[in-house]
T-cell receptor, first 113, second 111 residues
Framework: DVKVTQSSRYLVKRTGEKVFLECVQD?????MFWYRQDPGLGLRLIYF???????EKGDIPEGYSVSREKKERFSLILESASTNQTSMYLC????????????FGPGTRLLVL | QKEVEQDPGPLSVPEGAIVSLNCTYS??????FMWYRQYSRKGPELLMY????GNKEDGRFTAQVDKSSKYISLFIRDSQPSDSATYLC???????????FGTGTSLTVIP
């Protein structure tokens, strides 16, 4: 059974804190993605990575950074959390062989106070 | 202009009804068309996927792509309460890495 796991289901943080969201996949996929999902806005791509140590900005990278030191792990970092980063964060992974191989994690619901 | 537009609903139907969910897209370069289902507080899961145009059927679900009008549809026959979820359409270019998602349509099937 394919699996994308995220380190936390729910997180509550204070404004200005540095926040780490971890994602791990066990499918040996090359590509990994971080999205945020907000009502009325849908899924928006923050960053993606197509290989270890490689990263590309998505549509809304401001205020975020990422790290991919190992193929199976992709981390999203909120350098200084703000209230407008309260959202559902979804990680996904996909092989190079086709879009039908994309799988999502269960999501992390982040509340920034 | 957004890459994908989707009517957010919400949509509420009685059990057994036929459901039609729709999206429009802007770029004729998109070649892959996906439908994801997302249950409350879960990640999206791939339901149907079509390459280029035409229809694809899987049980009670039919995905349809009309490239001439840039219109994609998902039909659910004999809808069940377990179909209650948010349905997201997504598109991708042939050589692209980035999916573009619709905002999702919330569906409730009433027993």
């Amino acid at each position: 059974d394919v699996k994308v796991t995220q380190s936390s289901r729910y997180l509550v943080k204070r404004t200005g804190e540095k926040v780490f969201l971890e994602c791990v996949q066990d499918m040996d996929h090359e590509n990994m993605f971080w999205y945020r999902q907000d009502p009325g806005l849908g899924l928006r791509l923050i960053y993606f990575s197509y290989d270890v140590k490689m990263k590309e900005k998505g549509d809304i990278p401001e205020g975020y950074s990422v790290s991919r030191e190992k193929k199976e792990r992709f981390s999203l970092i909120l350098e200084s959390a703000s209230t407008n980063q309260t959202s559902m964060y979804l990680c996904a992974s996909r092989s190079q062989w086709g879009p039908e191989t994309q799988y999502f994690g269960p999501g992390t619901r982040l509340l920034v106070l | 202009q957004k890459e994908v537009e989707q009517d957010p609903g919400p949509l509420s139907v009685p059990e057994g009804a036929i459901v039609s969910l729709n999206c429009t897209y802007s770029n004729s370069a998109f070649q892959y068309f996906m439908w994801y289902r997302q249950y409350s507080r879960k990640g999206p899961e791939l339901l149907m996927y079509t390459y280029s145009s035409g229809n694809k059927e899987d049980g009670r679900f039919t995905a349809q792509v009309d490239k001439s009008s840039k219109y994609i549809s998902l039909f659910i026959r004999d809808s069940q309460p377990s179909d209650s979820a948010t349905y997201l359409c997504a598109v991708l270019e042939n050589t692209g890495n980035q999916f573009y998602f619709g905002t999702g349509t919330s569906l409730t099937v009433i027993p």
